[in-house]
């Protein structure tokens, strides 16, 4: 089988192959961009159903649906399937589709180790989801699995737990790899570090964020796993061990993991609203040093989630005010994007509704970030649902509207299509509303008292968390929309032209719609 | 940078292949060691073994495949780039991997030892452990019932003061290696990379030797406190990539013989070589740190 | 939409005790850490308003004015240094007039010395326990809403989920210094009014503290995830006259003694079985269910087991001592003699178990005697 392989040349251009085979063995970055779209989708949805049947049980006071035990797996599964199921490989798909076409590539430097960072992941999530049927369940110690919870205390689920965390940190570190030394690499002639895309740019430094804190996040679950099996003591005080040092090893993959969720958000965002501004992006090389120094910073911030484990002052203090001076590097990011409307030709398509929300609501919750930032508030946002409405703004119409945007802007290209236009609007504000329907109520109950990660609740947070649970059926059920659109404009509507939209920058621009099956087998000219 | 057509490899199967074979890996260990707990799940070991031959087979058949490709002269100069940068950014991710125990070493020296002791800022915590003194290296635990401590640690002025000397002059050899396949003198390579492997051998043959000395005379083992759980972490971890280093020192020592490396078309060998520098680095760290201070 | 929301917000700090059912903002609290966090709440709180005002404001105005529809044209400019200039050195500004009282509270937060009292509160699964150091009071504090209101068979109580049996007993303006501590897993202390929020690590000690200067019922929960019952681990701290304090902590003493001689007396079974029923409801039934059947592969079953049924010192043993590396705890120091005969022997005739073994509180008391020395 190898030998017809090795035999097709490959200068020469070809269609891909039919059937399912072209899914498993294909080396064609646009076909695995289109996995990981379809892969992230699928993990958005179980994901999402899991949130709602957490708000569904939080509709009302009192145990309506499902016990504490499963209410524990259901936060826990929710948290990790979001995180490493939807939000990192719908990056991951969105570079494997666009970098090569924008610095001018044939194609992903390592094509073939391309295809098994995909086809590791599923394979992952099958073992993780398999948790459920298990004695004892699945995973129920909170996506941060804090020790002793997740090691004397867990359910023997978790050996598999950590087995799937492995295999996730292999797939995220070859794609982050191949990313690399994509860029490095295999840029066109002309196309210089200073002429990047600000997406390529956001991707390589979350690339290199990846590979340095991937590896931190599968030393940490190895300990957790001699802990549990071979007799170790890391986090075990009777032995010398702390559990806190669990905290500070996870939080130290943890935190630059939330910038790994949200630079290329931010490399999107850039793409877009220059587009329909009409107007080059503000500042390019701004945003590209304060995207890197976000990435530094992120690495030494991380104990800004354990303010009340009981740390000496100086260590507080220096955290708080690391992690205040993030805001700085960001506001340049915000303000950039601001001056790049500003005196500008805008239009209001759909992705460009989604970019100017997530300026906006992504803004609010890292003001909310801040807040939580200075240490002695924190005593009192800690672990209540204030935090969870400031993670869920950053990361849910922060990460996933830019996600959303990226398709709408991209979808085009892909599919040589246009997307129903109406209905994407439909969609947007669908999900906008619904957003903030389920979100922003929680800063309240959150202010007011709600710990997190409770099945029940005291009486008087009542009210909101009602409203935060309409919203959250209201969003779920609008990207039923979003399903719809794409699968529609898959299948047909008008044809797009190659540029498709108003003149925009970038190679991606060039080539026809559909991107052909193989792009730019020789450079293209750089100006 | 020049750039000729780059080389993308048509469909290949080998990738799902091995992500279905380290399927079968991981689930085999997970059930195999939960067995461990619950006396069932031999299944596990099956699970584990077949996944093990499998992947050993598929790393074989796709590293033939790859070399064979090369041979072609497939691969561009830009190719061989990539494959550059793709390895160092592989060493950067095992160094961050390293650096996540060598963070646990210092927290638990530093930090958390001398808490439980009564010193520093959460001293009050000897509370809970009348009577414990904090000490490192740590012989004698909070509760000696749960985790009874070591007699004694390893002395670093024997065996790892030797396994030092040879990893770092396996270095050097590895270097001469280099040096001879660009110099294109056979008999040389053949010489400096096969005492190179011998070095390996060695090494490990010297860290099984301590093993037995610390599980048998010593009783520091996996069991005795955190300075056990941080001793064997970060030496099996070494040692497990010395072993793997030397498995590819052989491959490659083997496709030296075989002549297919020219002076200027070696990356295999000096992939092969840096990671070797980096696990030589590595142990320098933790002769440092583990052992002697 | 944000803007009703955040005006919303805005009224509602301002009549921050206005509805107590329908709380927006932070809650003021009673002390002056917790006075002096609420003020610099509201200061970053409008800090950020003021920040987002700006930068909205601007967004939304080219959005009106700049957009094709209204024929605006593309300006070509991309770059201004001065511009970018002000934008890095304004936010640092701001943050650095934040960073000054926050530090400063910080410090007020982390300065424990001086107590008057010492309380040592340690986290279980999923209880508080509170002990007073050199004080010899020491005792367990649970949740008491009842099952039949979580499960909405019963109207909910006011305090629903922040009502236990036995709240912390603390002098008014005394500074009580707590040491904070867990058995099992992570827990954290968090009492909302009082400002203080404190992991409880096992094996470790952290300091808090507080000074409240008004007595009156305050209520929080556990905050860090602890598995299960996690929701349903309350915590109320009864703050009295430093007089009334004197009298509570006397009684307590009292009662302690009480305990000690009750222990001797000889109990009837269907007395030992009342009371067993009431202390398992209490500590048992979270885990082993209240039909004694426990969750297949997490929680073992009672009814019809070995345990409950086989050799009884054993069943005393695993009662009285635990079981190490499982949610088995040990009781010997949380349950008096009385409610440990009184529950063992409950566990042994319950369901259908009718073994009609009887276990006596003398012999208990013997048991923790021995593991005292
Ligand atoms: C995409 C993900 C993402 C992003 C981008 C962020 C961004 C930030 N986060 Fe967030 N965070 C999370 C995801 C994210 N976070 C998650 C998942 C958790 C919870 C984890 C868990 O416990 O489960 C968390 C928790 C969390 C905590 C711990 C809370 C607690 O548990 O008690 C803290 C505390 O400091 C914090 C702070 C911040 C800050 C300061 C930023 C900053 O980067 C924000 C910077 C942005 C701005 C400030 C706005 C724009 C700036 C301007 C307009 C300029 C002018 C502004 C000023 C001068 C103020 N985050
Ligand atoms: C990127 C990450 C991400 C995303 C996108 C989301 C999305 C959502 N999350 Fe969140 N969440 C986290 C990351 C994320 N979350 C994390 C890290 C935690 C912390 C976990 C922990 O504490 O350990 C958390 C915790 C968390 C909690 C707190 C749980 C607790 O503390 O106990 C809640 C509660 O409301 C919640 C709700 C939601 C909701 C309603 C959505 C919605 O946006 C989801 C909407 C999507 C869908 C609903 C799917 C699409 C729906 C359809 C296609 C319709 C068809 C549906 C049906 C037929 C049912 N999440
Ligand atoms: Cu105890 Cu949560
Ligand atoms: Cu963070």
Redesign the interface.
Known sequence: MMNTMTKVSHTEHHGPASGLGRWFFTTNHKDIGTLYLWFSFTMFLIGGCMALMIRAELFQPGLQLIQPEFFNQMTTMHGLIMVFGAVMPAFVGLANWMLPIMVGAPDMALPRMNNWSFWILPFAFAMMLSTFFMDGGAPNFGWTFYAPLSTTYAPPSVTYFIFAVHMMGISSIMGAINIIATILNMRAPGMTMMKLPLFVWTWLITAFLLIAVMPVLAGVVTMMLTDIHFGTSFFNAAGGGDPVLFQHVFWFFGHPEVYIMILPAFGIVSEIIPTFARKRLFGYSSMVYATSSIAFLSFIVWVHHMFTVGLPLMGELFFMYATMLIAVPTGVKVFNWVATMFRGSMTFETPMLFAIAFVVLFTIGGLSGLMLAIAPADFQYHDTYFVVAHFHYVLVPGAVFAIMAGVYYWLPKWTGHYYPETLGKVHFWCSFIGVNLTFFPMHFIGLAGMPRRVPDYALQFADFNMVASIGAFIFGFSQLIFLVVVIKTIRGGSPATAEVWDEPHGLEWTIPSPAPYHTFSTPPEVK | MSHETYYVPAQSRWPILASIALFLLAYGAGTLINGLKTETGNIGLVLVLSGTLMMALILFGWFRHIINESMEGKFSPQADLSFRWGMSWFIFSEIMFFIAFFGALFYVRTLAVPWLGGEGEKGVSNMLWEGFVAEWPLLTTPDMQQFPGAKAVIDPWHLPLINTAILISSSFTITLAHHALKAERRTAIVLWQGLTILLGITFLSLQVIEYAEAYQELGLTLHSGVYGATFFMLTGFHGLHVTMGTLMLIITWLRVLKGHFTPDNHFGFEAVAWYWHFVDVVWVGLFLFVYVF | ??AA?ILL?VS?SNVPYAR????????RGVTDI?H??FD??ML??WV?VA??VV??G??FW??FH????RG?????????TL??II??LA??AI?IA??IP??A???K??DPSDADLDIQVTGY?WKWRYQYLGQEVDFFSNTITPSE????QAP?S?????EVDNPLVIPAGKKIRF???SV???H?W?V?DF?????A???????SWTNVPEPGIYR?????????????MPIVVDVRTPADYELWLAQMKNRKAEEQSSAQQSMSMEALMEKGEAVYISSCAACHQLNGEG????FPALNGSLIATGDISQHIDLVLNGK??T?MQAFREQLSAVDLAAVITYERNAWNNNTGDKVEPAAIDELKMAAKQ
């Open positions: 939409m944000k929301l917000l509602a107590a059912e329908w709380q927006l903002n932070m809650r917790s002096s966090i610099l709440h970053i709180f950020c920040i987002a930068v909205f601007v967004m080219s959005i700049h957009r094709k529809s605006a044209k593309a300006h070509n400019f991309h770059e201004n511009v970018e934008w890095t936010p640092f943050l934040m960073a926050a530090t509270t910080l410090v937060m982390y699964q209101q979580i499960n909405n909910k006011e305090h629903y989920l922040l040491l904070i501590t099992d897993v992570i954290s968090w909302p400002a203080v929020k404190k992991d690590i096992p094996g470790f000690i952290n300091e929080g929960q556990c905050t860090e995830l602890c598995g299960k019952n996690h929701g349903f969750i297949p592969n997490v190490t590396g949610a």
